[in-house]
């Protein structure tokens, strides 16, 4: 009986050693979810609609602004729930991000010569944020090729999901 308990006690300590010792960084993308919360106050408080409707040209509403920002959390809280076992899925929160600091923020900024409402908060959090999800991923051993090319496609297809739907929208409306 001793010796039952002894090695039952062993393997019970081996499985706990292995959840210990093994690495598992992808709390930061929980990280990459209070990022969007801080960016998405900046861009209510700086009136992105109203930028959106001068600088662009694009008659964005409130609706809209809502509408896109509890789709962006929903989203990306599914992939910090999913964290490290899908990371394509997980990391794609991430590429969401940089990609919306870089290329939306900074990019429609300097096309403007206008302020974007959130560039400040997507430079300052989205960039770090994300690139630290992908390092997390990496040093967790989750990041391979795949993943990282999944990731960044996903994240590019999210932004061209958005940009498609609402240019039909504005621009093209299916209902007249």
Do not use: K
């Not at 801080?38 to 600088?55: C, K, Q, S, T």
Request: proline content about 4%.
């Amino acid at each position: 009986m001793v010796v039952g308990e002894t090695i039952a006690d062993d393997m019970q300590s081996t499985r706990v050693s292995q959840r210990i010792d093994r690495r598992d960084d992808s709390w930061i993308l929980w990280i990459v979810v209070a990022a969007i919360g801080v960016h998405i106050i900046e861009e209510y408080a700086l009136d992105f609609p109203g930028w959106a409707r001068v600088a662009l040209g694009a008659p964005v509403t409130w609706q809209d602004f809502h509408l896109v920002n509890a789709g962006v959390i929903v989203y990306s809280v599914a992939c910090a729930m999913v964290a490290w076992r899908l990371p394509a899925f997980s990391l794609s929160a991430a590429s969401l991000v940089v990609l919306n600091a870089l290329a939306f923020h900074l990019g429609s900024s300097a096309a403007t010569g206008t302020y974007s409402p959130g560039t400040l908060s997507a430079i300052a959090l989205f960039v770090p944020s994300g690139l630290l999800a992908y390092r997390a991923a990496w040093r967790d051993g989750v990041l391979t090729r795949a993943p990282l090319v999944w990731s960044i496609l996903i994240g590019v297809l999210w932004h061209a999901f958005l940009g498609g739907a609402f240019a039909i929208r504005y621009f093209a409306p299916l209902y007249r």
